[in-house]
C-alpha cells in the first residue's frame, strides 16, 4: 500500500477512493456460496432502505428481491424524481447536463449530486445521479479492477468518451495521471494528443480502437504499446479485437458498464465477467439451448439513485465452462448487443434445419428471432467485406450497406452477401430476408456502431 498517498483527487479527500480500492482488491471468494452470501448481506441493505428511502417503492410490503417489480428503463424514466434522494425529474436534469455538455464543460448537479448523461442509443435519453462518495467508492473500485499493477506502479490512463464529468475527473491525479479525450474534438487533434500522452492504459470505445488500428497499420501513427486496452461504451465485435490486439501489441478486455453501472471487466486470463460483488445479476434466459439472456440488475452499492431488478437491453452470451483464472464470477462469452440487435422473422414453411442462430420466442407468436452474431459471421464472410450495417425495417424488409476493401465490386459483393444471409435464415428454418443496397451511414467517432438493428417493434 506504500504510496497509496501519493494519489490526489483535484486536491479533495482521497479517502474514499483508497478505502473502496483496498476492500476490492482484498475481495476474494472461495466459491458461489461465499459469493451470494456476502450479496445477500448488501442486498438486505439495500432493499430496506430502498423502502424507505424512494418514494417509488414505499407500497412495497416484502422485502426479498422477488417482492420488487422489474424496472423498465421507460417506467424508470417516468418515475425518475421518485428513485433518487434529491427529488430531482428527469427534465430539470436533462436541461442542466446538456447545457452544461454544450459547452463541454460537464459540471452540471442538483441537490448536492453531480448529473451524468445517457447516450440514449436505447431510446429516451437518461440521467445519472451521483454523490462525492459515491463518485470516490466507483474510481477506487475501478482502480482496483482496471489497473493491471494496482497502484504499485505510476499509469497514464486514456479515456475516450463522448462526454466527461464529475465520476471520471474523480479518478485523475498523482500517480495515476488521467487523461479524458473528447470524441466531439478532430480525430487528428485526439490522435496526436494521445501519441504525446503515450498511455499505459487505453479505454476507447471500438470505434476509435478500429480507428486507432487503421493509423497505426498504415504507419499514420506509432506509438509506444500500452500496458493494457479496454473496449467500453459499445459491443467489441471478435474481428476488431483482434485487429486491435495486433496493431496495438496489447491484450485487449473490455469494461461493461452502463448507467445502470459497472457491470464487468475482462480479466486476467481474457474472460469478461460479471462484477457480482457490485451487482446481482438475474437472468431473463430467451434461449435456453445456448443460455443467452437479458441481465436484470440490481446495485449493492448505489445510494443516489434506486438501481433495482433493472431490465437491461443487453443480450449476454454465459461461457459455457468456469474460466481459469479461478474467479467464481459469471463468465461471459460475449455481450452481443441489445435487444433489438436480434432480427425477427416469419418461420419457412417447410421449417428448414433448426439451428442455434434461431430459438422459439418465448413469448410465443408467429416470429422467431435470429440473433446478430450469426449474422455477423456470414456477412463478414464474404470475400472483400470489411464491415457492414443491416437494418430490419419490417419482418420481410431490410437494408444492407457494405464497406468494402479498395477496388472490390460493390455489386458482386451485395450479391454474395445477400446470398449468405439466405443461408443463415434457411439453416435456422426461417423465410429469407430481402435487402436492398444502402449506401454507408454517417457516422462519428462517439457513434455506437450497431452491425445489426431491428426498427419495429417485438
Known sequence: MAGLADLLVRGRAVAPVL????QTRSRAFDDRAELEAFQAGR???VLVRAATTFPHYRAVAGRQLSDFPIMTKDVWLQHFSD????GASLAECLTAARETESRREFDAAT???AIGLST????RQGAFLTSPAER???AGIMLAKALPSGLRHPARVALFLRSGGALYDTVGGGRIDFRYFDLALPWERLAAELVAFAPTILAAPPAVLGRLADALESGELTMPPPEIVYSVADVLEPELQARARTALLAPVGQIYQATEGFLGITCAAGTLHLNEDLVVVEREVIDPASGRFVPIVTDLWRTSQAIIRYRLDDILLPSPAPCVCGSVMVAIDRVEGRADDVLLLRPSQNGGIRSEAAAPRPSGGTLR???ADFVRAAILAVPRVIDFRLVQAAPAQASLALRLESGASGERAFGAASVALDAVCRRAGLQPLPVTPAPWPVETLATKARRVRRDFAA
Open 83 to 86: 428513485l433518487n434522494t434529491a
Open 111 to 113: 441537490g448536492g449530486l
Open 369 to 371: 428471432p435470429l440473433y
Open 43 to 45: 442486498l438486505r441493505k
Open 120 to 123: 440514449g442509443t436505447s431510446g
Open 19 to 22: 478505502v473502496a480500492y483496498a
Open 136 to 138: 470516490g467508492r466507483w
